[in-house]
């Protein structure tokens, strides 16, 4: 007996479609949505080639919806009223005033929520909405109005600017920095090294101290900055300290430094936009968080102006 599930079409293609039938127009349907004309565009197309059919008759004065665009419709618009009806989940209220922003869960964590009142505070006031995930999402088609990332350098169908870079050094719990003490850059491969996503950082760090590092089967990965402080602290072995993620782990003492000895990390966080105009709240968070970052300001203002 078979017992998967039907394939589903795109959900926020049939959400796009929902509005812009319900709305009779592409452009009314973003302003609902708070996403752009053709963000809305790309969602009914992209749906359309999902059913293999036409929804809309594109005129000048707007879009009519075809025969299989109206069966369509009463069948979303059943579905989507009984979803409201029988949720009892507690569902943000959209306003002017938020600002959807999506970056990596260390960043959410170790630098967004420390300073999150800062952001949100002030006039006017804002409520940041979190889109935690790893992967580079189209922004424009997703709703996205900011993103913090780490990388190397700017994405296509972004405007970037980077917030800061990072100086590397070891840290480690107190016991074992204890035991490793201070001397030269080849003790600390005496335990395991903890990494996240790649080696890179550590390749930087040893070749700053004119070596060559390769990972060993000892050494631990990790896919979250998170997991790579927890595993520090516990013990487990020598991370790197990129700050300024790792600033309240320091000044908590969870992990300490083991040598003095720093290397630029050759990722940086960038701030990112999409191509189109932000609206004011985005654009007033955005100035926000590159201030806290202490970007300068030529080149903050050109980020919000490109």
Known sequence: ????????????????????????????AALDLRLTHGAISRQVAKL????????????????????QG?????????????IADSSDRWVERRGAAVVR???????????????????????PVLRIEFVV???????????????????????????????????CFPIASPAVAGSLGTGAPE???????????????????????GMDYRPRPQDRRFEDYNLVLDAAAYGLG????RPPLAGEALRSGRVVAVDPRTALNSVSYWLDRPSSRLRPSAAELARRIMAEAGLATPAAEAFLKT
């Not at 869960?105 to 505070?121: D, G, H, I, N, Y």
């Not at 020598?238 to 300290?241: E, G, I, K, S, Y």
């Open 1 to 28: 007996m078979d017992h998967s599930s039907p394939p589903l079409p795109p959900l926020d293609a049939l959400r796009a479609f929902e509005a812009a039938a319900r709305l009779g127009s592409f452009s009314a």
């Open 48 to 67: 359309e080639h999902w059913l293999g059919e036409r929804l809309f008759d594109r005129q000048a004065r707007g879009v009519v919806l075809t025969p």
């Open 70 to 82: 109206q069966r369509l419709h009463q069948r979303t618009s059943e579905a989507f009223a009984l």
């Open 101 to 123: 922003l999506t970056t990596i869960p260390s960043v959410s964590s170790l630098w967004l929520m420390p300073r999150l009142k800062v952001f949100e505070s002030g006039s």
């Open 133 to 167: 995930e790893h992967r580079n999402t189209d922004l424009e088609a997703e709703g996205i109005d900011l993103a913090i990332r780490c990388g190397r350098g700017s994405l296509p169908g972004r405007v970037s600017v980077r917030l800061f870079e990072e100086q």
């Open 187 to 209: 003790r600390i491969l005496d335990y395991p090294l903890v990494h996240d996503s790649d080696a890179s950082g550590w390749r930087t760090w040893f070749a700053a101290q």
């Open 238 to 241: 020598v991370a790197l300290a």
